[in-house]
């Protein structure tokens, strides 16, 4: 089913996507919210930039944006999957405790946070550019990698990068030796045991935007994990 958005309201464009039993192809976005919230079995392409919570509460839909995407994609996502050709906006992947989500470009502030692994389900995020400030804020679980392709000599991450984090790993392909990360994480350089963790999710990145995963598995990776059980005494408890 084709669907054309540029005369319609994101209540509108919800209504019709969830009105049929066909895959959607939506035309023309331009800046709907809450496209495809909560959807289980639904193909859903998107050509265009949708607007802020695209995917949120996601349970097994598959969806596609060939253009930008904005905020809070994969807000609290459970299943699913989010393709994204271009680059994202502040929090992508907010809470989300299953499901994977693949951005070809850059992503804003607050990538990751409060992301967490709930029983058999483990989120996944992958970034291919760079991420801004906070990356993996308060995560809890689940996996980060972020590529860093095309960043002209900058740093893979923002500031402050794994404040809070208590659970789940992070992979950033740079050696790392500018950024500061908190004192409740460690950040070591990958091993080709670790490597082999995110192998199958770099093979399926470079699938979708046309990489060469070997090449990228060559590179450096830097790995982050916690290592303190009570993270936030090191923050807000005066010793």
Do not use: W
Not at 71 to 85: L, P, S
């Amino acid at each position: 089913m084709i669907i054309d958005a540029k005369k319609l309201g994101f209540a509108e464009l919800n209504e019709k996507i969830r009105s049929t039993d066909e895959d959607c192809t939506i035309t023309d976005c331009c800046g709907q919210r809450f496209i495809a919230a909560g959807m289980s079995d639904k193909k859903i392409s998107v050509s265009g930039i949708p607007g802020n919570a695209l995917g949120a509460y996601l349970n097994g839909a598959i969806i596609e944006v060939s253009d930008n995407a904005q905020d809070a994609v994969g807000d609290t996502m459970n299943a699913g999957k989010i393709i994204v050709h271009g680059g994202i906006g502040d929090a992508p992947g907010y809470a989300m405790r299953g499901g994977e989500i693949f951005v070809n470009g850059n992503a804003g502030y607050r990538a990751g946070i409060h992301m967490k692994a709930y029983r058999e389900k483990k989120p996944i995020l992958v970034i291919g550019g760079r991420t801004g400030s906070f990356l993996g804020e308060y995560q809890a679980g689940g996996l980060i990698i972020v590529l860093g392709l095309n960043a002209d000599g900058k740093n893979i991450v923002g500031n402050f990068p794994c404040t809070g984090m208590h659970g789940g790993k992070i992979f950033l392909r740079s050696k790392c030796e500018d950024i500061k990360f908190p004192s409740q994480v460690s950040a070591a350089l990958a091993s080709d045991d670790d490597k082999e963790e995110i192998k199958m999710y770099i093979e399926e990145f470079c699938e979708y935007f046309g990489y060469n995963s070997e090449e990228l598995l060559k590179d450096d990776f830097t790995v982050v994990t916690p290592d303190s059980k009570n993270p936030y005494k090191q923050m807000y408890v005066a010793n």
